[in-house]
């Protein structure tokens, strides 16, 4: 118990001389020791790679979970599993439900009406997106927001432990040196009091057993140095040498990056595909709808969003589209109505495409290709050739040329 005791009160005996230490250097009245720049460099490097780590991990995680209620339960969801050593379950995303409700709608109101039917086929495929989504979510947690929390949770806490134990060591070489500096400033005065004794009186005259008592507080005050000193190098050394792994940090970052961009483009690939799927579904009902209404009611309200979202080409600024008959069409459905049955035209080609099987045909953009219809080919898409090489393709990434 008295060891316990004693360690205590040497413990806060130092705390306090460090404090003491901490305050006058930053009031100027204490010197400090200054760190070298190479190693002032490392630090503050390592600090901006902590704070934007920050920043990035916790931006990530709001755009794989926007909702701030469902990304605090999500948090809490995760940490429990995790110190259970329990895998999380896949969690159903809002895609996957809307959908759900949609086939749970079509039920109600009979999938062989109009609207049921139409339930069914945007279902679906708000399913598809709902599940394209959450493999999203998990190969980026897996491959992008995991590294940078070990990062953050790992290598920074072991950094920040060894760069508080270096500015401990710090004080104690600046205490050692303050400490030495007065015992030589004392043993100075006594070294120069003999040769006042005649004038001043006798009790100021230090003895020949206090100047040695001087002599061995100078030579303990510098051996404290040196041990203070060593420590020190020693202690900044090795927070160097950490320091130093923020460069592979960046490395393994820079990677876990190519791996989240590429989450990112199937992900945003596959949501591509079936949307134009799904509208390919839904203008199948169209022909019926047009025998009722006339064919100009259907150009007028079934549009295709994505020849609208990807013009074939920008317009000038303050200028606006012809409206005469004569002008070139705007659109590819359009473009396709004057093209023969049976001959074949020039396109070029707006956006890349990757052929989703064996039957379609992979596009470059601008690259020009040879294009016709076939008789029964559904209208979204034509028959294009480059050289050996033959597929189908869609019309939005076309430009019909004369």
Not at 88 to 110: C, I, K, V, W
Not at 134 to 146: C, D, G, K, M, V
Not at 265 to 274: E, I, K, P, R
Request: hydrophobic share 35%; proline share 5%; charged share 25%.
């Amino acid at each position: 118990m008295d060891f316990n005791v004693k360690k205590l009160a040497s413990g806060a005996g130092v705390f306090f001389t460090r404090a003491v230490q901490f305050t006058e250097e930053k009031l100027g009245q204490a010197e400090k020791t200054e760190l070298d720049p190479h190693l002032e460099n490392l630090i503050t490097r390592a600090d901006c790679t902590k704070n934007w780590t920050e920043k990035i991990l916790r931006q990530t995680e709001v755009l794989l979970q926007p909702n701030p209620i469902d990304h605090t339960g999500a948090r809490i969801e995760e940490f429990i599993y995790d110190k259970l050593e329990k895998k999380l379950p896949s969690r159903t995303t809002n895609a996957e439900l809307l959908g759900q409700y949609m086939l749970d709608a079509s039920n109600e109101f009979g999938q062989g009406t109009p609207y049921g039917s139409t339930l069914v086929t945007v279902g679906e495929y708000q399913k598809r997106l709902g599940s394209a989504e959450r493999e999203f979510i998990q190969t980026s947690a897996a491959t992008f927001l995991t590294p940078l929390r070990n990062f953050l949770e790992g290598d920074w806490r072991t950094i920040s432990k060894e760069r508080r134990l270096l500015e401990n060591r710090r004080l104690d070489l600046d205490i050692c040196k303050t400490r030495l500096k007065k015992a030589k400033q004392a043993e100075a005065k006594a070294a120069a009091a003999p040769d006042f004794q005649e004038t001043r009186p006798r009790n100021y005259v230090l003895s020949a057993s206090a100047s040695a008592l001087l002599s061995e507080e100078v030579d303990k005050a510098e051996h404290e140095l040196r041990v203070a000193q060593t420590e020190f190098d020693r202690q900044a050394e090795v927070t160097r040498l950490l320091l130093e792994g923020i460069s592979s940090t960046h490395l393994n970052h820079q990677r876990c990056l190519q791996d989240f961009a590429e989450a990112q483009a199937t992900y945003y690939a596959q949501c591509h595909h079936y949307m134009h799927e799904l509208q390919r579904e839904l203008n199948k009902c169209v022909p019926g709808c047009a025998n009722a209404v006339g064919t100009s009611y259907q150009s007028a309200a079934c549009p295709d969003p994505v020849s609208a979202a990807f013009p074939s080409g920008p317009l000038s600024p303050g200028t606006t589209a012809p409206a005469s008959s004569s002008s070139k069409p705007k659109t590819l459905a359009m473009e396709q109505t004057q093209l023969p049955i049976t001959g074949t035209r020039k396109a070029k080609v707006l956006y890349d495409y990757d052929a989703h099987d064996s039957s379609e045909l992979s596009l470059l953009a601008d690259e020009l290709i040879t294009v016709y219809t076939v008789p029964g080919m559904d209208p979204d898409w034509l028959f294009g050739e480059r050289g050996n090489e033959k597929g189908k393709v869609p019309v939005t990434y076309l430009e019909l040329l004369s």
